[in-house]
């Protein structure tokens, strides 16, 4: 019965953070994108500097109608945005906030969770296809090509992360961080933290969105709830990339008390990396379709294979 009640309990810390972090990366956006540009950003909802907007937000896509479009395919339209929400829940439930500390124990918890949030990328293609819209089609071909391209250089860096701590487990991987790691990982965080940022379609990665050309690409078509849980979704990876590269760059839970706040050094490093995602987006203008395919092919990939060489060549070197 009480490892019942363990499964209860962690299930439910999972899916409170899982609602509540995503909220506050939205709110903090708001507020650090207005900043940036020289304005307040939302100040009425819930009071004091309008902290409930997206509170506000939900109420609103929820009273708007849920309209199918006649050409759809009904059913992989409905499931599209489920998926892409559940992809990051299961990611999240992997992310390790202590030695004993996550959701659930997963032999390999780094390829779980590249894994699935991979999936999530792939309900937005489900989403084009199925509108029955060429805006969404063309945006869900985007989406493939930016998947593909990106998340090359994203498993790259993460075997380079693996192979300098021995381990598949992401709690393995922050027991044998040590401090080196900023400076003989750092280009690896570096290109972890721009294919990251394409591969949740975050601007200046955002091409298959591109509300001005692509009138919101895959998601032309979908309204209320639906268009809110996509946006939900992005928010989620958000997280769930932030605290990824936190624990593989940063060691996660280390640092001073970690035997008693590990779980808020985890916050606090994870925020970093959202903030920055966030600052990435105010600061460069959106690219061009070939120019984006550039980044990834001829930029981050080389990149990415010389840091797993670096890293065999420095594993081998100190085995020896």
């Known amino acids: 019965m009480s490892d019942f009640l363990e499964i209860v309990l962690r299930s439910v810390c999972v899916l409170a953070a899982f609602l509540v972090l995503p909220l506050l990366v939205g709110q903090t956006e708001h507020k650090v994108m207005a900043h940036m540009q020289g304005r307040l950003g939302p100040m009425e ?3 004091f500097h309008g902290w409930a907007q997206l509170v506000a937000d939900g109420v609103k896509f929820a009273q708007k109608e849920d309209i199918v479009p006649l050409a759809a395919d009904k059913s992989v339209f409905r499931v599209a945005p489920a998926l892409g929400i559940v992809s990051y829940l299961l990611a999240l439930a992997v992310i390790p906030f202590g030695p004993h500390f996550f959701g659930a124990d997963v032999p390999g918890s780094l390829v779980w969770v590249l894994a699935v949030s991979g999936v999530g990328t792939v309900g937005t293609l ?6 029955g819209n060429k805006y ?3 945006g869900a071909m985007r989406t ?3 998947l593909v391209s990106y998340e090359l250089p994203l498993i790259l860096v993460s075997a380079s992360f693996a192979i300098a701590a ?3 487990s992401l ?3 922050a027991h044998a961080w040590n401090p080196w790691w ?5 280009p690896g965080a570096l290109v972890f933290l721009i294919a990251a940022t394409a591969e949740l379609q975050r601007p200046p990665f955002d091409m298959p969105v591109a509300d001005s050309e ?3 690409g895959p998601y032309t078509e979908y309204t209320g709830l639906r268009f809110a849980l996509f946006l939900l979704a992005e928010y989620a990876g958000i997280v769930v990339m932030s605290f990824l590269l936190a624990t593989l760059w940063l060691g996660g839970w280390t640092g001073p008390f970690d035997h008693a706040i590990g779980w808020l050094w985890v916050l606090l490093k994870g925020f970093v990396f959202s903030f920055l995602i966030i600052w990435i987006r105010v600061a460069w203008p959106r690219l061009r379709e070939d120019q984006l395919q550039r980044v990834a092919w001829l930029g981050l990939v080389p990149i990415a294979l010389l840091q797993l060489a670096i890293t065999a060549i420095g594993v081998v070197v100190t085995s020896q």
């Open 166 to 168: 021995g381990s598949l």
């Open 214 to 216: 692509l009138v919101m």
């Open 144 to 146: 493939a090509a930016q």
């Open 136 to 138: 969404s089609l063309l």
């Open 45 to 47: 909802a819930g009071g």
């Open 182 to 186: 900023l400076i003989w990982q750092l």
């Open 171 to 173: 709690v393995g991987i």
């Open 126 to 131: 489900m989403a084009g296809w199925s509108s």
